[in-house]
């Protein structure tokens, strides 16, 4: 089996495109989790399947997107990013805008500025939900906001602000990232009973009303040095706190994100993309 690959990280996000023509659906759910292995595959973050969309509807191109551990999502706030910058690196698109089907529906990117390999692109992520029937989140009864809610992990109790971006996110506020683990919360409350679909988790430290840190949780993936749609989510958590202005950067490990709240109540975000390599995977269906 001889594959074409592109591998593109975003603000440390990395992630393997391929077009969907050189690869089935039904083999890329299978191969995900091995070509993304850091040392008995490629190594990214997700792997994502890309292709035009039919004539006649409201997207130019729809992907599907997989985790590390093989699991599909929603949607991935980087992966989109670099999504849009593998299909101007190979020439599949050219127009400054361009909308793309995702499992959370059409997004919008729009091309800012390129430099050779590296591009960037603000995108428009949708309207953030709040009910904890769309989160999901096993809460009885219902509630239609999830702010400052108290659940259990361990011998503590932590407070966290829960919300969907198309897929789920789960935001704890810290005074300093020192104060717990990150990687062994992360993993609890991913897995946590509440969370049926298990969630994206999200660590923030408020710099400021304008600035924002954020360590990332990913469901399916572990820690990582950013995800676009967690710091949506941080500054959603943020603003319905009384913590932030609804315009942010939002500080990763990796780089920053420049994340609004717009009027229209949709998320967009401001980021790069880089091509990092192509390559041809050559190993065994």
Not at 198 to 225: I, K, P, Q
């Amino acid at each position: 089996m001889r594959v074409p690959f592109c591998k593109l990280q975003a603000v440390g996000n990395d992630f393997l495109v391929v077009a969907r023509e050189h690869l089935s659906e039904e083999d890329a759910a299978r191969w995900a989790a091995r070509w993304c292995d850091r040392h008995f595959g490629i190594g990214a973050d997700g792997m994502i399947l890309v292709a035009p969309s039919p004539s006649g509807t409201d997207a130019d191109f729809e992907m599907r997107l997989w985790n590390a551990d093989g699991t599909e999502a929603e949607i991935s706030g980087n992966g989109l990013r670099c999504v849009v910058a593998y299909l101007a690196f190979t020439g599949r698109w050219s127009e400054p805008v361009v909308r793309i089907r995702t499992r959370a529906g059409v997004k919008r990117a729009e091309l800012i500025r390129r430099e050779g390999t590296r591009f960037e692109f603000l995108t428009d992520m949708g309207a953030p939900a709040f009910s904890s029937a769309v989160i999901p989140m096993a809460i009885t009864p219902p509630r239609s906001r999830v702010v400052g809610f108290p659940i259990r992990v361990g011998e503590r109790e932590i407070p966290v602000t829960a919300c969907s971006l198309g897929n789920p996110h789960c935001v704890v506020f810290v005074e300093d990232f020192a104060e717990l683990d990150v990687r062994e919360v992360g993993a609890a409350i991913e897995r946590h009973p509440l969370f049926p679909e298990r969630t994206n988790v999200e660590f923030v430290r408020v710099r400021d009303r304008r600035n924002l840190e954020l360590r990332m949780w990913e469901r399916g993936v572990g820690e990582t040095l950013s995800s676009g749609t967690g710091a949506s989510a941080a500054l959603v958590a943020a603003v319905l706190n009384g913590l932030a202005e609804r315009e942010v950067w939002v500080h990763t490990p990796a780089g920053a994100l420049r994340v609004r709240w717009q009027p229209d109540d949709h998320i967009a975000v401001e980021g790069t993309a880089e091509v990092l390599f192509v390559g041809e995977w050559v190993g065994q269906r």
